[in-house]
């Protein structure tokens, strides 16, 4: 392969209408063990995943690693910003596509074309990517939304699912071609949600608005005040 | 110098019944030439300075250079977790030192000792502390609530001001010898405000409650679950 | 594919007479999110590739996305220095090829080898490089004349486009490929050209000058002045 | 190739029944020429490759090179956690392929799915990686319990093998794969090996135990002894 | 200060007959916000303190933060390495140097000379080696045995207490002040103590011994087998 | 020392009225072997000290290493942007304070502040710096408008001469403490000066530009025309 | 492509028997533009190719881009040390495939498989490689015996080489592949030239012989002298 | 202290007519621990180091720790360049300053400046470097031509020894203030010495001479052969 599986020729890009998320193993116990990126922008990659999901209206699909144990339960903001997510409890196997509830779950979507992010990437996003273009499916991965345990790990993980046809995503990229155009009603929603991912574009915009209001409000630079 | 200076044979730590914090040019603009740290980090750590005054009782003072320009508006986080902070308008003074309204503001605190931040490190920061330290206060800067232009301007700075008799600081240092004791009664608004600056933190204590939340519930494992 | 597309046996390099070149959404704004790389060193690099492709006389378009928002306006140099360049005003897309306007302007160019730099490089480069190879086109992304929030999201951009049959290119070597020998006429200016590409070069050409200089002129070593 | 090779449709995964763990040159004097990782870590991860193969009963086969000479021995803990693997001595050649003992060797264990690591990387764990693709095998080649001398020879060498058609890993994806799920009776054994390629993971079980601890044992804090 | 506090004249050295060892806060919670070295690392350097302290019969006093909370427990190889360390437990301090407790436990030691590591460095460390040179005594703080949130926390650390007129150390420093000679018969001990902190020691070592053996046994080269 | 020396008492600020800038070595041979900083970025720097000192009337002083040789010419921005500097031969010199000649000429200015950058900084900049120290001077060494051969080599120089009494500064606090306000008639030259130490600056300065434009003169969206 | 080409099923590995070495425009100017890999090292290993080639006699060819000009002179190193290279003049071609007489050269060597290094490695490397698969050779590039002006370019025109069918080695594979195994009477001047791009090979040697000869003559230990 | 310790009013600079050299523990084995610099460089600058005091007939003093156990003998170019050095038998001192004999050596040669470097940096550099400055001895310390276990432990003992009132060099500074001028005999061979220090030097000298012997000799451009 090392090529985009799967699309037949088609475009390798994401359609929204037909893509389900999965997110898979984002815990507080695992997020310890990153290494391969800031944990906090992570943190702010996945919630975003989960945002623009919502917005899009696109099925979401969470699974834990025993949540009970030392991998720490799930982090809050994936069911808090995708309500409508399902969460699937594994019987212990490793790859989530090992455990059939999990895959019906997929199949259940209708959809296609899988966004999977997963940490820890080596492990919970590399085997279930692998397995779902084995299956037939069209796949991304979320590089950036999954954390490892090096630089390293993630490096050898990005060459591997590349090999097996997964095509590989950072979160930016992801939510760009969900959303397609600025001509959309929620397209504030979206822009609001790239602050996170982007908190240069948050300043961006302060900055922005404040040039504008300063003529608008014809507000007195500090400099001149009596 | 290159002795804390000012403190005549106290412990050369923060007081916090005798220190005001002084917050200086912490713009949207500015914050775009920062380069020696991480932006998201520093905007978090600025931020939790001002909760952690407030939660002190400690007098707060703002200034912002030219923020009707490119330099941008003053991060709101501030004057929104420290509604207490006074503002003082500058002429046109780099060194916000030069300002007398300034030098007036602190005054009128009362307090002789003074916790320092500001962007750029190279000049909002330094200049201002090296005065303090001449005009007699015993100063403490917070590099890592500061931020500049690169990771060089940032070390020479640090040299410099010890130098002076300035006394460094990280913000997570600040915060603990302000709080001093977990038994106070503001002790979880504190544990709270660390979490932005220890994101790390934040995933303990999920997973810590996790932990306990399981044997008191009772709850099952996800793997055993029928 | 994972292999140069749409080449048909011919060598995966550039045709300057077959090339035209698309610059993408290089605006004030966007370039302060950038974090993969140096900011002047890419202002400088996309710079190189608007004067080189006016030296080859090759077609040049860009566009922007709002530039009358928060994303700022195209870096001026662009159109300075390719005054023939055509601008495409988008309605919203955020990937250039769904504009039909773009389309339009590249396909009357009546070349089919497409050389493109994009600012942010996961999106505004990435989603037309892909689009362009399924539209039967040879493309060429230049990776350091673009830019990105992250040198990870950098990274799995240059996977996912090599992926998708897209030819990954640095500035430096665009510049020869389109250059291709030193017995032109203008060899001088593309000499100039790279001097902001390699700064070193820069002072390579001082050095060697000066070395000759004080041969011909008889110069007198300064230790050696009475 | 530039896909898993050999694999003829089937997943591109470590099927544990069919594997062969092959862990060359990993010797006291070639570790010190390791520049691309943390010698520490590859020693772990290496234990860890060891253990796990036992766990699964899983052929190991060893071999080094000219271990009397400056090359140094083999470092004890493969054979200490391995204690059935067999170990080759090699008749000069440097790529262990091209000796017919171990060829031999690996034909023996009757099995087609070969895991590989090798120190130095470029040389030891590369060409019997490659060699054995073209004698028909499924090959793993285990990046980060392999070492060579610089970060640059690792990236060449990953994207060689990748070309070639060798799938590559990181420890814990092999561990991962190979144990497929905590329904194990050996499943403790696993999360042991497991803590010395993730020390991080050591803290969360520690932390998680005594999280629990003092729930059940009813253990007042410090803070509050008398 | 700036210069090494209360030597009076003597070399700022470690006196091991005068010397009291304090290993402060090392808990898995809170080694997990660590982010200015390795873990791994800084457990095995604060192992090799403790079995340091024991072979030189120097006075250990331990105390952590809370361990029945997020910042989990103290590591264990403390006392297990330093059987005759004490443990003092705190009211709720942040600076253990607050708890009458603990001075008390230094001051019975009546050594004047402190080796101090603690996690996180910023505060652990920093408040209690500050007040211990107000206090008079001679300390000496241990950098890379200590752990904290950046690694520019750690700068502002070093150059904070070197301002205070502690003395930094690394740990092979400490470990090597300590022992003093290898004319002592316990050099074996000291020997495999520093292996922890030098990895690149033990292999030294284990190449050393074989390059003997090789000739002791006439072991015969591996490519001269029949 | 490792106070700023000769401040008697003054605040360790520059004085813009007292002080001359000596610019030394910085020529086109040498700036090849620099390694601790970007070349562009220092040939920047070094660039916008000599506009400033123009700015400020400040005598400026150059002197070059044996330029007829294998270090090549002095950059040429430098007389270029300040025209009236004055250049002096050296007969051989390393440390260019051994040349009566440079120290007759530092006289000559009258001021007892000075501003010294050099290429390398560990020998044009330290030996003369020192040496201006011990002469009596107020010293002002810039760090970042110099360059060496290693980050190790730069941060030993300025532990250097840091201990011998210089104050330590980059280019962006120089200049700034040389123009005091923005109440000034040249501001807007300082502002232009500023945009080559930050390039980021020159980004806010367009953004904001846009942002007002957009306002004053109608413009409409692109995305919302015909 | 994307697989090795033109290998025709054989094992994509070096044939010493039938290959040649082309080592293109590696000259002291080029050489100061080089940023992704430190120049010493990159001298080291050209000239352990050389070295190699020689002890191989393998026929080797140079060519250099205007060595009279600022591009400077080639290292004398390599025909020092392959005394039996070809050495051709281009007419101006920056590909050197381009030239007719380097190509001539190339067929008169009667080889079909090529080892090319060459500086800068995005183009002298990069051109003809791509030109060279596209004539039909087995093409091998020496990535770490070439260099360019970024690390991102580098790995930009790895990716690029690799896409189109270029086998990617670092020095050591090539040099270990050509020598294949330790019993040959040249082995001791291959482990010779090892020693340069293994620095850390030559100290292994240097304490084995240490270990032994201490041994063999009896000598007494430093610390048991009388 | 933290000021230069003992020059009682003169310059902090080396006066080579009352400088010795003490190289301490370069051995080997212990080379193979460093991890704060490029091992190749700390060779070339100790070389270095031997070869000016050579030059400037200045007393060498060398030492061991234990050469007959896995530390490895000492590098062999200190005596070949500095033939005229003496070594000094150690009896398990880890302290060389703690052994009589070297003492004595050291006050042997009447000078009152030391010039000390020594691996690893935090032991054998830092220990005698503090002792002699206790001694009354002028001391400058050769932070990279001494070598340690991590950049951390560099960095904290650099800390540590100009606390103690060591002046921190780098080589070239070390070089440069020994040779003082270009006006002497032996220039050459100190322009010789430092191309070791700096490679990128001898770059430059030989695109300078070739510049030259183009015009002298009239040599034709490759381009324009017939």
Redesign the interface.
């Known amino acids: 392969?090392?090529?985009?599986a799967n699309f037949n020729g088609q475009?390798?890009?994401i359609d929204p209408n037909d893509a389900a998320m999965l997110l898979i193993d984002h815990q507080?116990?695992l997020?310890?063990?990153v290494?391969?990126?800031?944990?906090?922008?992570l943190?702010a990659n996945v919630t975003t995943l989960a945002k623009v999901a919502t917005l899009a209206k696109m099925p979401v699909i969470t699974t834990?690693s025993?949540?009970?144990?030392?991998?720490?339960?799930l982090?809050d903001e994936i069911h808090r910003y995708a309500a409508h997510a399902k969460y699937v409890?594994?019987?212990?196997?490793?790859?989530a596509w090992?455990n059939p509830d999990f895959v019906a779950a997929v199949e259940a979507t209708g959809r296609k074309t899988l966004i999977i992010a997963g940490t820890?990437t080596?492990?919970c996003l590399?085997?279930p990517s692998?397995?779902a273009v084995?299956a037939g499916y069209k796949v991304f991965a979320v590089?950036?939304a999954s954390g490892?345990?090096?630089k390293?790990?993630?490096?050898?993980?990005?060459?591997?699912i590349?090999?097996?046809?997964v095509?590989?995503?950072?979160?930016?990229?992801v939510c760009?071609?969900i959303?397609?155009?600025?001509?959309r009603e929620d397209?504030l929603q979206f822009a609001e949600a790239y602050s996170a991912?982007?908190?240069?574009?948050q300043?961006?915009?302060?900055?922005?608005q404040?040039?504008?209001d300063?003529?608008?409000n014809n507000?007195?630079?500090?400099?001149e005040?009596a």
């Not at 392969?1 to 985009?4: D, I, N």
């Not at 409890?89 to 790859?95: P, S």
């Not at 300043?203 to 922005?208: A, F, K, M, N, V």
């Open positions: 392969m090392s090529a985009p475009r390798p890009v507080s116990g997020f310890q063990t290494r391969d990126m800031n944990v906090p922008e943190r834990a025993v949540p009970q144990g030392p991998n720490g339960p982090i409890a594994r019987k212990g196997q490793i790859n090992d820890i080596s492990v590399a085997f692998i397995s084995h590089i950036d490892t345990y090096s390293m790990a993630q490096e050898i993980t990005l060459a591997r590349v090999q097996a046809g095509v590989p995503m950072d979160t930016a990229a760009s071609e959303q397609q155009t600025w001509h397209a991912v982007f908190p240069a574009y300043l961006l915009i302060e900055s922005y404040k040039a504008q300063v003529l608008k507000e007195q630079l500090d400099s005040r």
